[in-house]
């Protein structure tokens, strides 16, 4: 047996599911302990879950959709938070659920530092521009759309609030990414009042 290699215990008929999960989570840990995408390798993938590489390309064909599935995964928790925090917040009106969606991403962030560095920090490898309309980047986007919509159906339209989504969007990326690369704890308060000011701000526009 190789040095260094913990052999897993095989998977019984029908638990194929568990040994995806386990690949998924230990290329995950890895790339964002990483932060390159050009640094995790299938072989290194299977070593850490103890598993043969083959076993690896039983699951996903090749580095790229491993990362895909993981990158997309990651997108899907944030979507699934900000949808949530809307509707919690929409007892208190369209405005009321997109301030709920600003103050969530903040604390996402923050409760999630090296899952944010996942999605939007990570060096990776550069796609073709065919990809870039399929990337769960998107998902996201059409969330801010939707909910800045809501708050803006006496304005000039779909276009106006895009500009408007990204504009807000880009503005709370800026700001938690500064919060979790700072050398202390942010401010959770702080984080909110910003959320509420770049709110605010936003649609006035």
């Not at 969606?101 to 939007?120: E, I, S, T, V």
């Not at 969007?169 to 909110?192: C, D, I, K, N, T």
Request: overall charge neutral; proline content about 3%.
């Amino acid at each position: 047996m190789t040095e260094g290699f913990k052999r897993r215990t095989p998977s019984r008929w029908g638990e194929g599911g568990a040994l995806k999960e386990e690949i998924l989570v230990a290329a995950a840990r890895m790339l964002m302990e990483s932060g390159r995408e050009g640094d995790l390798s299938l072989r290194a993938v299977a070593r850490e879950v103890g598993i043969s590489a083959p076993s690896v390309y039983l699951h996903f064909k090749d580095r790229a959709e491993l990362v895909a599935t993981v990158t997309r995964r990651a997108y899907e928790r944030l979507v699934a938070q900000l949808r949530e925090a809307g509707d919690r917040g929409g007892e208190g009106g369209p405005r009321e659920a997109l301030r709920a969606m600003a103050r969530r991403y903040g604390h996402f962030a923050l409760d999630n530092p090296k899952l944010y560095r996942l999605m939007f920090g990570i060096e990776r490898i550069e796609g073709s521009r065919d990809e870039l309309a399929g990337h769960p980047l998107w998902t996201v986007q059409e969330v801010w759309v939707e909910a800045v919509s809501a708050c803006r159906d006496d304005r000039t339209g779909a276009a106006d609030d895009e500009r408007v989504a990204k504009l807000l969007w880009f503005s709370l990326h800026g700001v938690v990414a500064m919060a979790v690369s700072m050398p202390f704890a942010a401010s959770r308060q702080g984080m909110e009042e910003m959320a509420d000011d770049l709110l605010d701000l936003a649609l006035t526009k």
